[in-house]
């Protein structure tokens, strides 16, 4: 494989690289806030209801199977922000909602996986099965999180035998 040359300083090229203003094409900081603003809320609760804003755009970018928010509206006159509000029948409790959603945003799969463990160990199965099926009914694209729930079940399945009589 080929060095890639240097630009000859002088040249017409150096010239038009060394006065285009690249911060022109960079996302600011205040963008970037307007692009992760919440844009649909999402309800749990066969009681109490629990409400949590997120961004439909960061939930889709992980799970092929989210639901497409709808519009969200904005006056601009008063300044307030009308987001619809979805329930999902994947997310079966508001942990594992959370735990997706700690995931989505932050990144951390060490946090996922220690909360996948985080349980007692007796309801620590219905836990991961419940995680396991979100990432399913969402088709939720990333490796890493089927391998975090693998593991999980494993290490349960493994404490269960060693707790056995």
Same mark, same amino acid.
């Given at each position: 494989?080929?060095k890639?040359r240097p630009?000859?300083?002088?040249?017409? =090229?150096f010239k038009?690289?060394s *006065?285009?203003?690249?911060a022109?094409?960079s996302?600011?900081?205040l963008?970037?806030?307007?692009?992760l603003?919440?844009?649909?809320?999402?309800?749990?609760?066969?009681?109490e209801?629990q409400?949590?804003?997120?961004?439909?755009?960061i939930?889709?970018v992980?799970?092929?199977?989210?639901?497409r928010?709808r519009?969200?509206?904005i006056?601009?006159?008063?300044?307030?922000t009308?987001?619809p509000?979805?329930?999902?029948?994947a997310f079966?409790? /508001?942990?594992?909602?959370?735990?997706?959603?700690?995931?989505?945003y932050?990144? *951390?799969?060490?946090?996922?996986?220690?909360?996948?463990l985080?349980?007692?160990?007796?309801e620590?199965?219905?836990?991961?099965r419940?995680?396991?099926r979100?990432?399913?009914?969402?088709? /939720? /694209?990333d490796?890493y999180?089927?391998?975090a =729930?693998?593991? =999980?079940?494993? *290490?349960?399945?493994m404490?269960?035998?060693?707790y056995?009589p």
């Open positions: 494989m080929k890639p630009i000859p300083y002088g040249s017409k =090229a038009y690289v *006065d285009y203003n690249f022109q094409i996302t600011s900081a963008q970037m806030e307007t692009l603003r919440p844009t649909m809320l999402v309800a749990f609760g066969p009681g209801l409400i949590y804003p997120v961004n439909h755009l939930f889709a992980y799970c092929a199977n989210f639901p928010s519009t969200t509206s006056e601009p006159d008063s300044g307030s009308t987001l509000l979805e329930r999902i029948a079966q409790s /508001v942990p594992v909602f959370e735990s997706l959603m700690e995931y989505f932050g990144g *951390d799969i060490h946090l996922v996986y220690a909360r996948l985080s349980p007692p160990l007796n620590r199965k219905v836990f991961i419940c995680f396991w979100a990432l399913f009914e969402l088709e /939720v /694209v490796q999180l089927y391998v =729930a693998c593991v =999980a079940w494993e *290490d349960c399945l404490q269960f035998q060693c056995e």
